[in-house]
């Protein structure tokens, strides 16, 4: 599990942050501050992978405490929600090493989209010896950082295929649209649209199964 500290100074705003995190399959919260001091002292005792940092706190600029948390625990990533949309104040952002930058108000599936590309490119480094090109197209969000990425329809998004792939690939069967979009925690018909993408695109198969009145169910292999 990938380990989040979600730090903002508004605590109705933390708390739906908090709630879209714990949605998303494969990260968890381990705690929430409303201070810079709070936030480092969470940092401290919970050790966490991936802090979401406001920069409006009431007590420091969350930019400036960015280093400060990192002097705790070198190996923190940061991906930073705020209201300010100042294009200075986004290249000191992405001059202190953060991997994304949220814009308030942002829906719950433009954080899962931010999460999920951290865990498919950054924390994928972490597992590696060595990086290939594509390990790196992935991180900076260039083409090639997947297979499907290519090609994907307008409207689909590169980290929520990958996602699914990565269900229908761990299932080591076939699935329905259903049973997938239940794995994934998507809507149905959502699911249904990638899962129909890669079947075009070759990467995946159909099986019917045949029971009741009606038509036959269709599930999805992967096979690529």
């Not at 992978?49 to 625990?73: K, M, Q, S, T, W």
């Not at 690939?169 to 959502?190: H, Y």
Request: glycine share 6%; hydrophobic share 40%.
């Amino acid at each position: 599990m990938i380990r989040v500290l979600v730090v903002d100074d508004d605590f109705m705003v933390a708390r739906i942050h908090r709630g879209f995190v714990e949605q998303v399959p494969g990260f968890t919260v381990v705690g929430v501050s409303s201070t810079g001091s709070q936030a480092l002292d969470a940092v401290r005792t919970s050790r966490p992978d991936l802090v979401l940092l406001d920069i409006h706190l009431p007590d420091v600029n969350g930019l400036a405490l960015l280093p400060r948390l990192r002097e705790v625990h070198p190996d923190l990533d940061a991906i930073v929600i705020s209201a300010a949309r100042e294009a200075d104040t986004v290249r000191q952002a992405l001059r202190r090493g953060i991997v994304h930058y949220l814009l308030k108000p942002f829906s719950r599936e433009d954080l899962r989209e931010s999460l999920l590309h951290y865990e498919r490119s950054y924390r994928r480094l972490d597992a590696e010896d060595t990086a290939e090109q594509q390990d790196v197209n992935r991180v900076f969000r260039r083409p090639g950082g997947t297979a499907t990425d290519d090609r994907l329809p307008k409207k689909l998004s590169p980290e929520t295929a990958d996602l699914i792939e990565r269900t229908l690939r761990e299932a080591g069967r076939d699935l329905s649209a259903t049973e997938c979009a239940e794995a994934v925690g998507l809507a149905r018909v959502s699911v249904r649209r990638y899962l129909e993408h890669f079947v075009t695109a070759g990467q995946a198969q159909v099986r019917l199964r045949y029971g009741g009145v009606g038509r036959p169910e269709r599930r999805y292999l992967w096979h690529a």
